[in-house]
């Protein structure tokens, strides 16, 4: 189906798609016609502006029944009344990742989260003190993973119920991205004494644990297509 506007022109170029309370939201570039950024919606039907956009678009992410929009370092969010409203104490916010009806990012280094409103933006303060990069962020099974560089090692950490706990301290292991969800189970490589480790946890404190060595060369597994493949290379 094409999707046009209420003038029944089709829709041009469309980017930043994602899907809000069954609408789609998407951006619209109209500044080499002398026209600015616009943010528009959709029913599936038809589409019109939702509104115009103070600059670039960088990313979008939908996160319970809001629409957050990151507009150079700034953070927007959609308002009932159509527009958007500034939360005003985030400033460049990273990988911004729902997870049950929040959105996360990391600022300054610090886990942060956002409900919407500039008075539910905080950051997540259950992380111990003194700890700084968390990073790595990923949603799976109603819970944010992440873990925290603490230099000497790597601390994949839980945030549930806007509350963060430390599943598992990995000794002499350097910071690696998360790698993918399978069945529930978050799998991530990590390096430990030279090896390669491939390492999988599913939230509980009991069951982080290495599932297997791959080598001793320092290179690190990455996912193909969805599925944990591990590569001796990049």
């Known amino acids: 189906v094409l999707l046009t506007g209420e003038d029944h022109n089709p829709i041009q170029s469309p980017l930043h798609l994602t899907v809000v309370a069954q609408r789609l939201y998407f951006t619209i570039d109209n500044t080499g016609t002398g026209g600015s950024h616009e943010l528009w919606s959709s029913d599936g039907v038809f589409a019109s502006k939702f509104s115009d956009l103070a600059g670039t678009p960088a990313a979008t992410a939908a996160a319970g029944t809001n629409l957050f929009v990151l507009i150079g370092q ?36 610090r886990l942060w989260s956002s409900d919407g409103s500039n008075g539910g933006t905080a950051e997540v303060t259950t992380i111990r003190p003194g700890t700084v990069a968390a990073d790595n962020l990923l949603a799976a099974g109603g819970q944010l993973f992440f873990t925290v560089d603490d230099a ?3 601390e994949v950490w839980i945030e549930s119920a806007n509350k963060a706990r430390l599943v598992r301290t990995i ?59 591990v590569l001796s290379h990049r």
């Open 152 to 154: 000497a090692e790597v």
């Open 74 to 109: 700034d953070l927007y969010v959609t308002t009932p009344a159509g527009g958007l409203t500034q939360l005003t104490a985030v400033t460049a916010p990273l990988q911004l990742t729902a997870s049950n009806g929040l959105l996360f990012f990391v600022q300054g280094g």
């Open 171 to 229: 000794p002499a292991a350097s910071d690696s991205p998360l790698l993918s969800v399978i069945d529930g189970v978050v799998l991530f490589p990590c390096v430990s004494g030279g090896d390669l480790e491939l390492w999988k946890t599913d939230g509980t404190s009991a069951n982080p644990r290495k599932v297997a060595n791959i080598d001793g060369t320092g290179a690190r597994p990455r996912v193909a297509s969805g599925i944990a493949s």
